[in-house]
């Protein structure tokens, strides 16, 4: 006999799925083509809800992840799909947390479901996590810059959903330095969070087409892949224009800023301050001891707890007018504050190994160190850059 209320409330749910996806259709974010405005795949309903029917959902999103002016979960939740776990990356699920601040699990004051942090003890979903989940969604907005840490979460998910066969889908979205292609590539032996796999700082490609990557030149120990699916923007190429609807994370506030990252963030592996602390981080760096016009005074706030050079009055240079490169990296600056701070018998790097971790090479800082120009250390990369640009061609999904 046919359960007719099993088959009505199954009915029911695929109508609301065709309702919401038809309602989906036109929603869009900042960004044109001349095929049309660019709209994220989150917003592209219709290919992904259908998969979710009947499903136990665990979602790796942040504060960027948003459909129809609403948080993902927050969405998948009115409309009856079953979230039953939530996975939260570096600055935590609301994406204020401080970078490098340790993430605690918890339970989202909205909808009451668990989070489990990605960035505390674990970075990686453990089989208990996973086990009461069929499939996972992964939508984060990226940046496409090696050391920002959501593709290091991306692998350890990509791991984890493929050790307990998990489906995974991931909601592509536009990636706002997809027009070039530079820096060192990463070494053996200087892998870490902030740079696990063997590419450029900055690598031209969608985190969906680095998901592709990740599987199709087994990354994942032990031959593992993902069974993935990647849900594409539409119009959208490797030369689109697109401003980010929402920060990606607390110290990247507008494109200036996530324009100037790839060059200014190996200060973090220096004594010099990239402005966080400040209202415009990543679009000025200064010093205590540096000789300049333009100044300011790191403070404590939100997204930014400590600051390097804390209520010190820093001395440097104003990028916030200063359009970023669109074709390579700028070493000027570090070159130019290495020079400056050796000269006043200052300090420049920091003695961890950081900056080196950053680069994912001894060779930058040894470069500087000895008087290199930035043509000369760029020429170090070029044969680097050229192997890998032959080989991401194979997984890239737009033009």
Known sequence: MIDIHCSMKSFSLSVLIVLICFACINTT???????????????RTQLYLPQLEGKKIGVI??????????????FLTKYNFKVVKIFAPEHGF???ADAGELISDGKDTNTGIDIISLYGKNKKPKATD?????????DIQDVGVRFYTYISTLHYVMEAAAENNVPLIVLDRPNPLSQYIDGPVLEDGFSSFVGKHKVPVVYGMTIGEYALMINGEGWLPNNLKANLKVIEIENYTHDSSYILPIKPSPNLPNNIAIGHYPSLCFFEGTTVSVGRGTSIPFQQVGHPSYKGDHSFTPVSTEGAKYPKHENKLCHGLDLSRVKPSTNQLDLGYLIEFYNKLKAQGEPFFN????????AGTDKLKDMIIKGYSAEEIRALWQADILEFTLMRKKYLLYN
């Open 29 to 43: 974010s900042k960004g044109q083509t001349s095929e049309g405005r660019i709209t994220p795949a989150s917003e």
């Open 61 to 74: 999103v942040n504060q960027t992840s948003t459909v129809q002016n609403l948080h993902l979960v927050d």
């Open 130 to 138: 996973l086990a009461d989940i069929d499939i996972l969604i992964f």
């Open 351 to 358: 003695d961890d190994n950081f900056f080196n971790l950053l």
């Open 94 to 96: 609301r994406g204020k």
